[in-house]
């Protein structure tokens, strides 16, 4: 990765990457955004279940590849399929079809629950691709990427500047829980303590917005005209175009095998 990539870094502790180094690492940030992207497409408008677990196979291979942490990708795909469970759950009860049970008087269909499945296999299958190309890339790094893909200036100066000033927002919110507490202020479920809380976001609104109207001035003054310079060199290498390959085969498989 080419080190003038990370120029632009900041002390967002969120950017430090703690997973080991991985083949997944070498490769150009562009190809991986782009397969994510790509891949996310091709199981998303996939309605055959062969095809599907295909595609949660292959997003389990990038993982493995990608050495993702294995308990904190865990703790990730178990938060997601908790909305999941609700689907699974509800789904049966409001989709029209033949009937697999009923409950309460409430029918409960097979079509329902095989779409409810459909879905979750989806969502693990793009979840696990997402972390594995992308969720191991720097965020300074993805945006630069994101740029060169030719995203929207807006959105990649809005991801930019987000994953810059979030950590500031959390330090002022630190702050002023710390001084709240100076004054004896203690957690409660009454009225007086959701009171403090409104007050206490409504600050911290308050805070952000001239803090950003400082950051702004700053920037004017050191000749900000609307647009982030790139100084990073991606170029792409032999290995680059061996996994475009690669992914272009996977997905013309994803793709071809919904028409059998």
């Not at 291979?61 to 178990?78: E, Q, S």
Request: charged share 15%.
């Amino acid at each position: 990765m080419p080190q003038n990539l990370e120029h632009s870094g900041t002390s967002w502790k969120g950017q430090q990457l703690k997973h080991h180094s991985s083949v997944i690492d070498i490769l150009d940030p562009r190809a991986r955004v782009a397969a994510a992207v790509l891949f996310a497409f091709a199981v998303v408008l996939s309605h055959n279940f062969a095809v599907l677990i295909f595609g949660l196979a292959l997003a389990l291979v990038v993982a493995a590849l990608a050495k993702l942490n294995f308990k904190r990708t865990l703790r990730r795909v178990i938060a997601m399929d908790m909305f999941m469970i609700f689907l699974v759950i509800m789904l049966p009860f409001t989709t029209p079809g033949k009937e697999m049970f009923s409950l309460f008087g409430f029918s409960a269909s097979v079509e329902g629950l095989l779409h409810a499945c459909k879905i979750a296999l989806k969502a693990n299958a793009v979840v696990l691709a997402l972390l594995g190309l992308v969720g191991t890339m720097g965020a300074t790094t993805l945006g630069h990427a994101m740029a060169r893909l030719k995203v929207p200036e807006k959105l990649v100066h809005l991801l930019m500047f987000t994953v810059r000033y979030l950590d500031v927002i959390g330090q002022e919110y630190k702050r002023m829980r710390r001084a709240m507490q100076a004054r004896a202020f203690v957690l409660r479920s009454n009225m007086h303590t959701w009171r403090s809380m409104g007050y206490l976001v409504g600050m911290l609104l308050v805070h952000s917005l001239e803090r950003s109207e400082r950051i702004m001035a700053a920037m004017k003054c050191r000749g900000y005209q609307g647009k982030l310079y790139l100084l990073d060199n991606m170029a792409m290498v032999r290995h680059d175009y061996y996994f475009i390959a690669l992914t272009g085969f996977c997905l013309a498989i994803l793709v071809g095998l919904n028409f059998y």
